[in-house]
């Protein structure tokens, strides 16, 4: 297990936006998937967005078009850049990152989305 370290979680109203940033281990950061989960009030976490080490993406149907997962391999951090925000959007957002029997969780930034 690592830890990873995530910032840029805060309150903001419907339809602005908010950058999260993790910054991970090299050990994983270098080759590794790097993700982003978020766990609603009283429900289960769910993945958001997810980047390969050779860039390839994936999004949940319900951020689609409004959030980006991006990585700077200078600096081993990975973002979420979070447009258009919905109070559906209202959770606690997680990194992950894996690579081989090594992965590691955030320990998590509280973003509340006001209607």
């Known amino acids: 297990q690592v830890q990873l370290v995530e910032s840029g979680g805060g309150l903001v109203q419907a339809g602005g936006s908010l950058r999260l940033s993790c910054v991970a281990p090299r050990s994983i950061f270098s080759t590794g998937y790097l993700a982003w989960h978020r766990q609603p009030p009283g429900k289960q976490r769910e993945l958001v967005a997810s980047i390969s080490s050779n860039e390839i993406t994936y999004y949940a149907d319900s951020v689609k078009g409004r959030f980006t997962i991006n990585r700077d391999n200078a600096k081993n951090t990975v973002y979420l850049q979070m447009n258009s925000l919905k109070p559906e959007d209202t959770a606690v957002y997680y990194c992950?990152?894996?690579?081989?029997?090594?992965?590691?969780w955030g320990q998590g930034t509280q973003v509340t989305v006001s209607s």
């Open positions: 992950y990152g894996t690579l081989g029997a090594t992965q590691g």
